[in-house]
C-alpha cells in the first residue's frame, strides 16, 4: 500500500497531510504526484470528480514553488467562484506549515480593488476563473508574466461554459517555458484542441478510463410521461426519507420554479443558480452543507463549485444536453469512498438518451419502477420506527411520565404503538391511498424507436437558424404555441432557412390548422407534412429539397406555392427570442404541474 511519505513530499507537506486526516493517497494522487515533483513536463490528467485532484496538483506545485519569493508562480484557472474558492481554502490547508506562503482567489462578485491588493502584498499562487483574471489582465492589476506553474482545473468545464477565448487570452500573457497541467474529468475534442496548443508533450495520466463514471455509482432511471415528472420526483424523495441529493434542471427558470413547488409541498429544498446574488448562493450553500437543505435543485454551471462528500443522490430531473455534462453532475455523489445513486427520470422521447450516456460511461442503467404509494408508506412508517427505536431517551421527560401513563392506563401496548406511529402514516396514507401508477412502459429499444416515428408526423417549418433558432428555442416556440408538452415535440431539426420537427400523429391535424393562416410579426410561417424522416444522411435530405423545388416549378400544389411566396416575404426577426419567450410566459399555465401539491398534508421539515 502506498503512502504519501513513498510519493516524495517534503516534511512540512506531510504534516499537513497528517493534520488533515489523510492516510493513503488516491489514484490520482499517487500517479500524478511523483510525476510532477520529478520533472518539469506538462501534464494531462483524466479523473472523475471527486477523485482528490486539487490534491494532486496542490501539494507538487506547494513543493516547487519558492515561498520566500512575492513573485506570482503559479496560476490555477478554475469554471466558477465556488470551485475558486474551494480550491484556495484547500491549499491554504496543504501549506499550513509554510510559512510566508500567500494564495489569492481572483473571481467576479467581490471587490476587483480588494483583490488586487492582496495579490501587490505578494501572492505566489493566484487561483481565479478566467473572466476576472481577463479583465484583471487588461487593466494591469495582476502580472502572470513569471509564473511557473499553470493549471487547467475542470478544463472541460470551462469551455463547457465558453471560457476558450479567456483561456487562450489568459495563456497569451503567460512564459512559453512555464509547465502546465491539465485536470479533466472527460476528454471532449476541444481539451484536446487546448493541449494541443499550449503544451509540448504532456505526459498523461487517466485514472480509469476516459469518459467513464464512478465505480462508487449506480446509475438508474425511472420511465414516466412528461406530465407526471414532477410527481415523480416526489415519490422518490418519500422514498428516501433520509435523502441527501443535488436535483439537476436545464435552465434557471425550471431550477426555481421546481424548488418553490417542493419548499411550497413541505420539503426542504433551494434552488442555486447564476440568477441568484452572490450572497444568495452562499446563503443557500451554507444550509445545504449544514444539511438544512436535503434537496438542492440547481443548475449544471451553479453546481460546479458544490464540494459535499456525503450526498447520497443526484436526481436528473432533465437530462442535458451533453453527454459529458451528465458525467459531472453523476460525479457530485459517490465522494471520498463513499457510495452514491444517480437517478434519472424520463420520457419516452428521451429514452434514446440514456443509451447514448450508457456508451459513453461505460455503465449500465437498471430501469426501476417509480414506488407507488402503499410502498412509500411503508418506507416511511419503518423509517420513523428506526428512529424511534435508536432515540436515546432523554430524563427530564420522567417529571411528565405520571401524567402521560394515566392518560393511557387504559390503552394496551400495541393499541399505544398503533396511535403513536399513526400519526405520521396517517399523512402518507391520506394522501397516497388514491394515487396513480406513474410508470410507464418502455418497449425494447430496437423496437421503440420505430414505434414512436411510424405514429408520428414530420413537418417542415420556414424558419431556421438566420432567423436566430437552435433546436432547443425552435422546440420551446413550438410547444408554446401549440400548447403542447414538452417531449410533444421530438426529432427537432434546424437549417439556415428552414427546419424539420415531429409531433405525434393525433396532434397533426392541430398543427397544420394552427399554421393555416400565421402570421408572426409581419411574416408568414408555414407548416407543412415533410417527407423528410429525419435521422437520414444530408444528401438524401437534400435530394428531398431539389425534388421538392422541381414540383414547384412544375406548378406544384397550393400550399407549396404560398409557401415559396412566404419565404419572400422581407424582414428578418432579429428580436424573435426575446419575443418567444414573453409570448411563453403569458401562454404558459402552471395548472397541473403541482398535481396533488394542494391536497398533499404539508411535510414536517427535516431537521
Not at 418519500?238 to 413541505?266: H, M, W, Y
Not at 446563503?283 to 436535503?294: A, E, W, Y
Not at 426501476?368 to 421527560?397: R, Y
Not at 404560398?562 to 411563453?584: T, V
Request: hydrophobic share 30%; glycine share 8%; proline share 2%.
Amino acid at each position: 500500500m502506498n503512502t504519501f511519505q513513498s510519493l516524495g513530499l517534503q516534511d512540512n507537506l506531510l504534516q499537513a497531510i497528517t493534520d488533515l486526516g489523510f492516510e493513503t493517497p488516491s489514484e490520482v494522487q499517487e500517479k500524478a504526484i511523483p510525476v510532477l515533483l520529478e520533472s518539469e513536463s506538462d501534464l494531462v490528467a483524466l479523473a472523475q470528480t471527486g477523485t482528490g485532484k486539487t490534491a494532486a496538483f496542490g501539494f507538487p506545485m506547494l513543493q516547487k514553488i519558492d515561498i520566500n519569493s512575492r513573485t506570482t508562480q503559479g496560476l490555477i484557472l478554475s469554471p466558477t467562484r465556488e470551485l475558486c474558492l474551494q480550491i484556495t481554502n484547500e491549499l491554504k490547508h496543504y501549506g499550513k506549515h509554510c510559512k510566508g506562503l500567500n494564495v489569492v482567489a481572483i473571481y467576479g462578485g467581490a471587490s476587483i480593488t480588494d483583490q488586487a491588493s492582496k495579490i501587490r502584498k505578494g501572492a505566489q499562487i493566484i487561483v481565479a476563473t478566467p473572466g476576472r483574471m481577463k479583465d484583471m489582465i487588461g487593466r494591469r492589476l495582476v502580472d502572470i508574466s513569471k509564473i511557473e506553474y499553470a493549471v487547467l482545473d475542470e478544463a472541460d468545464e470551462m469551455l463547457n461554459m465558453g471560457f476558450y477565448e479567456d483561456i487562450t487570452e489568459i495563456l497569451s500573457h503567460t512564459p512559453q517555458d512555464k509547465s502546465t497541467w491539465l485536470f479533466s474529468a472527460t476528454m471532449p475534442k476541444e481539451v484536446s484542441i487546448i493541449a494541443k496548443k499550449f503544451m509540448h508533450n504532456p505526459t498523461e495520466i487517466t485514472v480509469g478510463h476516459k469518459n467513464v463514471g464512478s465505480d462508487q455509482v449506480s446509475h438508474e432511471f425511472y420511465l414516466v410521461n412528461a406530465r407526471d415528472r414532477y410527481l415523480a420526483l416526489k415519490r422518490l424523495s418519500d422514498a428516501n426519507p433520509d435523502i441527501f441529493s443535488v436535483i439537476f434542471c436545464r435552465t434557471k427558470r425550471d431550477t426555481q420554479k421546481v424548488a418553490e413547488k417542493l419548499i411550497e409541498d413541505g420539503y426542504s429544498a433551494g434552488a442555486l443558480h447564476g440568477d441568484l446574488s452572490q450572497n444568495q448562493r452562499d446563503l443557500v450553500m451554507k444550509s445545504f452543507r449544514n444539511k438544512q437543505i436535503q434537496m438542492l435543485v440547481a443548475t449544471d454551471v451553479a453546481a460546479r463549485g458544490i464540494d459535499v462528500d456525503d450526498i447520497t443522490h443526484v436526481i436528473n430531473y432533465q437530462l442535458p444536453d451533453e453527454i459529458e455534462t451528465y458525467t459531472h453532475r453523476s460525479g457530485r455523489t459517490g465522494r471520498a469512498g463513499k457510495t452514491g445513486v444517480s437517478m434519472v427520470i424520463v420520457s419516452k422521447s428521451e429514452l434514446r438518451k440514456i443509451g447514448s450516456i450508457e456508451r459513453r460511461i461505460k455503465k449500465k442503467f437498471e430501469q426501476k419502477e417509480v414506488p407507488d404509494g402503499m410502498e412509500i408508506c411503508q418506507v416511511q412508517l419503518m423509517s420513523l420506527a428506526n428512529k424511534v427505536h435508536d432515540t436515546e431517551i432523554n430524563h427530564e421527560i420522567d417529571n411528565y411520565l405520571k401524567d402521560i401513563n394515566n392518560l393511557f392506563e387504559d390503552t394496551s401496548k400495541d393499541e399505544l404503538i398503533k396511535k403513536f406511529f399513526s400519526v405520521e402514516f396517517s399523512r402518507f396514507y391520506n394522501y397516497y391511498q388514491k394515487s396513480k401508477d406513474l410508470n410507464v412502459e418502455a418497449q425494447h429499444s430496437s423496437s421503440r424507436d420505430g414505434e414512436r416515428d411510424g405514429n408520428s408526423t414530420r413537418y417542415f417549418i420556414n424558419v431556421g437558424r438566420k432567423d436566430g433558432y437552435d433546436w432547443m428555442s425552435l422546440k420551446d416556440f413550438l410547444k408554446d404555441v401549440l400548447e403542447l408538452g414538452r417531449d410533444d415535440v421530438f426529432k427537432v431539426d434546424v437549417k439556415d432557412s428552414f427546419s424539420f420537427f415531429n409531433t405525434e400523429k393525433v396532434n397533426q391535424e392541430k398543427v397544420l390548422a394552427f399554421f393555416t393562416d400565421f402570421k408572426y410579426n409581419g411574416r408568414f410561417v408555414n407548416v407543412e407534412v415533410s417527407t423528410d424522416r429525419g435521422g437520414g444522411r444530408q444528401r438524401n435530405r437534400g435530394r428531398r429539397r431539389d425534388d421538392r423545388k422541381r414540383n414547384d416549378r412544375r406548378g406544384g400544389e397550393r400550399r407549396g406555392d404560398e409557401r415559396r411566396s412566404r419565404r419572400s416575404d422581407s424582414g428578418e426577426n432579429r428580436s424573435r427570442r426575446r419575443s418567444d419567450d414573453n409570448r411563453s410566459k403569458s401562454r404558459r399555465s402552471d395548472s397541473g404541474s403541482n398535481s396533488g401539491g394542494s391536497s398533499r398534508p404539508r411535510r414536517s421539515r427535516r431537521r
